[in-house]
């Protein structure tokens, strides 16, 4: 072997062994829960491995956001292929957006919003679903932002575009399908499904735009994901011992499935995140199509107690 090749050689050993050492930068950590406050994030806020995720309609972030935030919203991540609106999108979908949008797979990302994590616990929950587990959401979203005087910015973040990869994963984490729903509600096993609409739209009185009746599931049982929120406040999520109250009283079996279901997965989006994150469920999922699926089928029960008012 010649000089010049081994030359060559210890170029080539240099390089991956470079490339690897930084694809195994430590990863940020906030902890044991994927809920942070305003005083964690800016710890950590000048770190290249963070991006801000700003999930509100592109009028709210043009009017003022978090410094260096990335506006993302539902619509970004929906896949558009089915009948019904709300469906999750494809995990090439989300690769191509993140690429796009210059996120990086090891990247931490911080999500807020406008609605008490609500609509931002649907990015928390696709991501999860995926397997990247990188992703935490604000505690109070925008408003705690403002609360703690910190300034908002109209400045659009320039970040180069990535290959952007979502783990290797089987299956989809805190996800249930409708036919599998089906089957778990013939099976033996016990399954405890909650309703995290309005009591309006879990009696079948009021029917929200892109579903086809008013109703619920049949033997779902009502929670108003609100309830777990400082809505009208702070947006703040409640106290650990008040949600364990609060969820307390539904006297959920140890061992039981529990699947959550809203209009079309939003809501319950984020009361999957209260069970699993907050209170330390294991066996909690969360029916994507939700009531704007299921409603679409006239083969699939369902249960309503009112004459329907269809919402425009």
Same mark, same amino acid.
């Given at each position: +072997?010649?000089?010049?090749?081994?030359?060559?050689?210890?170029?080539?050993?240099?390089?991956?062994?470079?490339?690897?050492?930084?694809?195994?930068?430590?990863?940020?950590?906030? $902890?044991?829960?994927?809920?942070?406050?305003?005083?964690?994030?800016?710890?950590?806020?000048?770190?290249?491995?963070? #991006?801000?995720?700003?999930?509100?309609?592109?009028?709210?972030?043009?009017?003022?956001?978090?410094?260096?935030?990335?506006?993302?919203?539902?619509?970004?991540?929906?896949?558009?292929? !089915?009948?019904?609106? $709300?469906? +999750?999108?494809?995990?090439?979908?989300?690769?191509?957006? !993140?690429?796009?949008?210059?996120?990086?797979?090891?990247?931490?990302?911080?999500?807020?919003?406008? +609605? @008490?994590?609500?609509?931002?616990?649907?990015?928390?929950?696709?991501?999860?679903?995926?397997?990247?587990?990188?992703?935490?959401?604000?505690?109070?979203?925008?408003?705690?932002?403002?609360? @703690?005087?910190?300034?908002?910015? #109209?400045?659009?973040?320039?970040?180069?575009?990535?290959?952007? #990869?979502?783990?290797?994963?089987?299956?989809?984490?805190?996800?249930?399908?409708?036919?599998?729903?089906?089957?778990?509600?013939?099976?033996?096993?016990? /399954?405890? /499904?909650?309703?995290?609409?309005?009591?309006?739209?879990?009696?079948?009185?009021?029917?929200?735009?892109?579903?086809?009746?008013?109703?619920?599931?049949?033997?779902?049982?009502?929670?108003?994901?609100?309830?777990?929120?400082?809505?009208? $406040?702070?947006?703040? !999520?409640?106290?650990?011992?008040?949600?364990?109250?609060?969820?307390?009283?539904?006297?959920?079996?140890?061992?039981?499935?529990?699947?959550?279901?809203?209009?079309?997965?939003?809501?319950?989006?984020?009361?999957?995140? /209260?069970?699993?994150?907050?209170?330390?469920?294991?066996? /909690?999922?969360?029916?994507?199509?939700?009531?704007?699926?299921?409603?679409? !089928?006239?083969?699939?029960?369902?249960?309503?107690?009112?004459?329907?008012?269809?919402?425009?």
């Amino acid at each position: +072997m010649t000089w010049k090749n081994s030359a060559y050689l210890l170029l080539l050993f240099c390089f991956f062994s470079c490339k690897n050492e930084k694809d195994k930068t430590p990863l940020i950590s906030f $902890g044991e829960s994927d809920l942070i406050t305003v005083a964690q994030l800016l710890e950590h806020k000048a770190s290249p491995q963070l #991006k801000i995720i700003d999930f509100r309609k592109k009028t709210n972030y043009l009017e003022g956001h978090i410094p260096n935030a990335i506006q993302i919203w539902r619509s970004d991540i929906e896949d558009t292929s !089915f009948p019904y609106k $709300g469906m +999750m999108a494809s995990r090439t979908q989300i690769e191509q957006l !993140f690429s796009k949008l210059g996120i990086k797979s090891r990247d931490t990302l911080v999500i807020y919003d406008d +609605m @008490a994590s609500c609509d931002a616990a649907r990015l928390w929950w696709v991501l999860k679903c995926y397997g990247f587990d990188q992703v935490t959401l604000l505690d109070g979203g925008i408003k705690a932002w403002l609360a @703690a005087n910190e300034p908002l910015s #109209k400045t659009h973040p320039n970040y180069e575009k990535t290959a952007f #990869k979502l783990p290797l994963t089987r299956g989809l984490k805190y996800h249930i399908d409708r036919q599998n729903l089906s089957n778990l509600l013939k099976d033996s096993l016990p /399954v405890f /499904v909650l309703d995290t609409r309005t009591s309006d739209e879990y009696s079948g009185k009021r029917q929200k735009p892109g579903a086809t009746k008013g109703g619920r599931i049949p033997n779902s049982e009502l929670f108003d994901w609100s309830q777990a929120v400082d809505l009208n $406040g702070s947006q703040k !999520f409640k106290s650990i011992p008040e949600l364990k109250t609060l969820y307390g009283k539904l006297n959920i079996q140890e061992d039981a499935n529990i699947i959550t279901y809203c209009h079309s997965g939003v809501r319950s989006a984020h009361t999957t995140f /209260v069970l699993t994150e907050l209170l330390g469920y294991e066996n /909690v999922r969360n029916y994507d199509g939700s009531w704007s699926e299921w409603s679409h !089928f006239d083969e699939m029960p369902f249960e309503k107690d009112s004459i329907t008012v269809i919402l425009h």
